[in-house]
Nanobody, 123 residues
Framework: QVQLVESGGGSVQAGGSLRLSCAAS????????MGWFRQAPGKEREFVAA???????YYADSVKGRFTISRDNAKNTVYLQMNSLNPEDTAVYYC?????????????????WGQGTQVTVSS
């Protein structure tokens, strides 16, 4: 079965950086698109970034230019480099895997989910 395990969350001051990792197991990682989502308290889960099996990327407007998604198929891992963090980026961050290789931006289009990792940005 597919398992996704996120790591790298934590607390940082505004303007700082964090790199999240998501290690996947259970099937051929390189064939599928991966995404990062986040959910703040009292808010719906929202799209952050996605990467296709061909390494095309797509970002939410709120993180464009600050966040970078990447993947290392040899390590079955997807990353989210987050720079210039601000308090509005505080949320639980989830990685997710699709059943196909193309990018999607809505949660229901993803088949598997990790348990999430907390990111807290203080002002």
């Amino acid at each position: 079965q597919v398992q996704l395990v996120e790591s790298g969350g934590g607390s940082v001051q505004a303007g700082g950086s964090l790199r999240l990792s998501c290690a996947a197991s259970g099937r051929t990682f390189s064939n599928y698109a991966m995404g990062w989502f986040r959910q703040a308290p009292g808010k719906e889960r929202e799209f952050v970034a996605a990467i296709s099996w061909t390494v095309s990327t797509y970002y939410a407007d709120s993180v464009k230019g600050r966040f970078t998604i990447s993947r290392d198929n040899a390590k079955n891992t997807v990353y989210l480099q987050m720079n210039s963090l601000n308090p509005e980026d505080t949320a639980v961050y989830y990685c997710a895997e699709r059943a196909v290789g193309t990018i999607a931006t809505v949660p229901y289009q993803y088949l598997y989910w990790g348990q999430g990792t907390q990111v807290t940005v203080s002002s």
